[in-house]
């Protein structure tokens, strides 16, 4: 009887003690200013930290709204010490979103000597000629500056890929047109492959393949390679999009704006 009692005291003060640590971390979440997906990047990140790939590399991070208020100051390297040369910033989105931080991103990473680019999200039912206003009229590039740069990961749910293709030209071209240089294009692996491979090999191509492999575009023409959506930066609270380019420095720059 006795130890029947102390097993059931056991019992009870477990239960308790697990009730209160339920608790508290519901608590936690609620009271966190993170989104669901910030949560789960964030117990990702205790689990997984991304390889970087070596070899004649340099390296970047690009970012966006998600990434919150950067303590600029403290923006230096990525994982494994790999020194910062360049930061991406999203700029628009479709035909009429700003980014929230891309004024203050833009201007930082510029302040702070990084090589600074700005990109705009395509949503592929939206008008091309909408969502090259919409880049251009929020947008300053300077001297020194990457091209502009499209980003493009889905496909239409209301016209034809044929169509949609022809809006993606139609916003290079204007953006051609209007900042004197041909822009880069921002896509996933399998995205390239399935709908772009054929027709856009004349642009440079920033790539996203998080698998650990040599090569993400399996030994086609890439510049640009967004190795990790979970790295680790300085200054930054969450996971942060790493970047590669493929070659030195002084490569880098023959890509900038004049």
Not at 19 to 45: A, C, E, M
Not at 65 to 80: A, H, K, L, T
């Amino acid at each position: 009887m006795v130890a029947k009692k102390v097993r059931n005291r056991y019992k009870r003060w477990f239960f308790i003690l697990l009730g209160l640590n339920i608790i508290y971390f519901t608590f936690q979440f609620y009271t966190l200013p993170l989104s669901i997906n910030q949560v789960k990047n964030y117990f990702f990140q205790l689990f997984y930290s991304p390889k970087v790939p070596t070899g004649p590399y340099i390296y970047g991070i690009d970012v966006s709204e998600y990434q919150g208020i950067i303590n600029w100051e403290s923006v230096s390297q990525i994982n494994d010490g790999h020194q910062i040369n360049f930061v991406i910033v999203r700029s628009t989105a479709g035909r009429n979103k700003r980014d929230r931080f891309f004024t203050s991103n833009f201007r930082e990473a510029k302040k702070h000597n990084f090589i600074r680019g700005a990109y705009h999200y395509y949503r592929p039912n939206e008008n091309s000629n909408d969502q090259a206003s919409n880049f251009i009229k929020n947008v300053k590039l300077a001297s020194g500056d990457l091209p502009p740069i499209l980003d493009i990961e889905k496909i239409s749910s209301i016209q034809s890929l044929k169509s949609l293709k022809t809006g993606i030209k139609n916003w290079l071209n204007i953006i051609e047109d209007h900042y004197g240089i041909k822009p880069i294009i921002y896509t996933g692996a399998h995205y390239y492959k399935d709908y772009l491979k054929d027709e856009f090999t004349h642009y440079n191509i920033w790539i996203a393949n998080y698998n650990q492999v040599e090569d993400p575009l399996g030994n086609q023409n890439w510049s640009l390679w967004q190795f990790s959506d979970n790295g680790t930066v300085p200054g930054i609270k969450g996971p942060v999009d790493l970047d590669l380019f493929k070659g030195n420095l002084a490569d880098f720059k023959k890509y900038l704006l004049k």
